[in-house]
């Protein structure tokens, strides 16, 4: 059997066909390199890999400088959501926060809007998210630490070391 020297893309799902390169059992060249790339890089099939605590310190050490002052913050948002303080919450945010109330974007200016939309802002689906997220599932990137999926986000602000939610997904 000879090899032919066209071959289709390796992501094309169309049976091998005359032209395209085998490798002499009858498979198409490549496709076991989709695979290896899909296995390797979590074609979203699987499970996540779990993580521990120690892998999410050292990638906010590496993201921001150090792990402690977000770790303390994650904590204590976790207990003001918990605990319905509203004011410890609003606290907590960077404004102006534009956020959705009532399905409409909109930015709220001060703690004292955020408090009187709170229960519009700080949904049963972002307290659910809040309730349920373990600091050692925390995910980071350069944009800050994600709560859920994307239902509250929170980041270091200015350069005073400051650390405040700076969106609300509800």
Request: hydrophobic residues 40%.
């Amino acid at each position: 059997m000879s090899i032919s020297t066209r071959w289709r893309r390796p992501w094309s799902l169309r049976p091998a066909s005359r032209g395209t390169r085998h490798d002499g059992r009858g498979h198409r060249c490549g496709l076991a390199a989709v695979l290896l790339v899909a296995a390797l890089f979590g074609g979203g099939t699987g499970p996540a890999r779990a993580q521990d605590a120690g892998e999410v310190n050292a990638t906010l050490d590496a993201l921001f400088g150090g792990h402690e002052p977000y770790q303390a913050f994650f904590e204590k948002l976790k207990k003001a959501v918990a605990a319905d303080d509203r004011a410890a919450v609003a606290g907590m945010v960077d404004y102006p926060l534009r956020t959705k109330i009532d399905g409409k974007t909109t930015t709220v200016r001060n703690a004292k809007a955020f408090v009187a939309s709170y229960d519009k802002i700080v949904t049963p689906k972002v307290r659910q998210a809040v309730a349920a997220q373990g600091y050692a599932s925390l995910f980071a990137n350069w944009r800050g630490v994600m709560i859920g999926n994307g239902e509250v986000w929170f980041t270091g602000i200015g350069n005073k070391g400051r650390i405040a939610v700076s969106a609300i997904n509800n």
